[in-house]
């Protein structure tokens, strides 16, 4: 699938069956892959719009932007549950936790153990998250923030380490944000190996930071060092929003966003970042992002869309310096300890396949090391083979949904995993 994808209007009131129509045949020229979708806390998008996606090759990602704290997991369960009902495996509750305006009760800002009182409202959405079949999602931050991202991340990755759920965050998916900021889009390359001096609220001059479209590569090394070094990503916006005003002609708009098209065709965007959302693809005349659409009020294309259009074949190949991805989902298993009646559920449901060959996972687009006995070595291979990588414990994978199918013969779990399990 390809990596591009485009951040819708960033209201809930364009899911109706005429907006599907319209929109699915101009995001399948573009060549997008991936699709994020506002939603309200208060009711879901309406299925046909979200299913019609699907259905036409774009995966729809969810994003409930609701100060922290003002949904409890009980209330969102019902959403979750339906929307992984309907195919949909990513929804992101919440948004930029780092920034004060993003706490329904200011008071909480100022008391100390922010990050660890954000783990207690974000714990239970996380668990429901993943009992309705979804990928635990932690929200996006916002780059630098009222409360420094990189170290709110570092800080909360390793407070779910601390309170023994390291199986929920090996799990997890990151959403981001990768705003250029007016910057070189090598703007801060290299991560902090490369700017060792760079610090939180502090960037000597002639020092590059994470405040750039290469934000995701300070995201993975904060993971990393939080005991995390695999988590995938998923950019939910990013690219130019606030210089389309010195940009009337859309040329700077073109030349730049093409320019990040063609880096998501490549290996020179990491493979653990999934998929991109260019922001915005439409808004309303009178929203204050309207100049940064690709589509004007009236549906018609600024210059970019025309040139990604002519490249757009392009996203549907594998990166040049990548392995082919012939694998969707491969199931890495130690011959040493394999529960197979843990597994029966799980494959079922998701359909991955199933082996014992670290060099045949070489081939998949996501691996999954099931059990404690793989080495970070091993990690470290598969991850520069392109493969998105993540673990999982037998204990989460026990708790992972039943599948909506019925075994003829459940008892015969070896029979019922013959037809995927490889090596």
């Not at 910057?183 to 902090?192: E, I, M, S, T, V």
């Not at 994978?397 to 019925?406: E, G, M, N, Q």
């Amino acid at each position: 699938m390809s990596r591009l994808g485009f951040h819708y209007y960033p209201d809930d009131q364009h899911y109706t069956q005429r907006d599907l129509e319209h929109w699915l045949p101009l995001l399948r020229a573009m060549g997008a892959g991936s699709i994020v979708l506002t939603a309200s806390a208060q009711r879901s998008i309406p299925e046909p719009f979200v299913t019609g996606m699907l259905d036409g090759g774009i995966e729809p990602m969810v994003r409930i932007p609701v100060p922290v704290g003002s949904i409890a997991a009980r209330d969102a369960e019902p959403l979750l549950r339906s929307y992984g009902r309907w195919g949909v495996r990513h929804v992101v509750i919440t948004d930029k936790p780092n920034l004060r305006s993003a706490w329904a009760q200011g008071s909480d800002w100022g008391r100390p153990g922010l990050v660890e009182r954000f783990l207690d409202r974000a714990i239970p959405i996380w668990e429901a998250q993943r009992a309705a079949g979804l990928v635990p999602m932690f929200p996006a931050l916002e780059p630098g923030g009222d409360y420094w991202d990189t170290a709110f991340l570092e800080a909360a990755l390793r407070g779910l380490g601390a309170r023994g759920l390291d199986s929920l965050r090996d799990e997890m998916a990151l959403a981001v944000y990768a705003w250029a900021y007016g910057r070189p889009l090598d703007w801060g390359a290299g991560g902090p190996d490369r700017w060792p001096e760079a610090r939180p609220y502090r960037t000597p001059e002639g020092c590059q930071d994470q405040l750039g479209f290469r934000s995701f590569e300070w995201y993975h090394a904060a993971a990393a060092r939080a005991g995390a070094p695999s988590l995938p990503m998923l950019a939910m916006g990013g690219a130019l929003p606030g210089e389309e005003k010195s940009d009337p002609s859309g040329d700077i708009h073109a030349e730049r966003n093409l320019s990040i098209a063609r880096l998501l065709a490549t290996a020179e965007i990491p493979a653990y970042v999934q998929s991109f959302a260019f922001f915005l693809l439409a808004a309303a005349p009178d929203h204050a992002l309207a100049g940064a659409a690709w589509f004007a009020p009236d549906s018609s294309p600024r210059p970019v869309v025309t040139a990604l259009r002519q490249i757009a074949a392009s996203f549907e190949k594998p990166p040049k310096s990548v392995t082919p991805r012939s694998i969707r989902h491969y199931l890495l298993l130690d011959p040493a300890s394999v529960r197979w009646e843990t597994l029966a559920d799980y494959v079922a449901a998701f359909r991955p396949t199933v082996g014992f060959s670290p060099e045949e996972a070489r081939s998949a687009e996501q691996v999954s090391l099931v059990g404690d006995s793989f080495s970070s070595e091993l990690e470290a291979r598969l991850v520069r083979a392109g493969c998105a990588v993540q673990r999982l414990s037998w204990s989460s994978i026990a708790r992972r949904p039943a599948p909506k199918v019925s075994l003829s013969h459940p008892h015969n779990v070896a029979s019922m995993l013959a037809g995927v399990i490889h090596g």
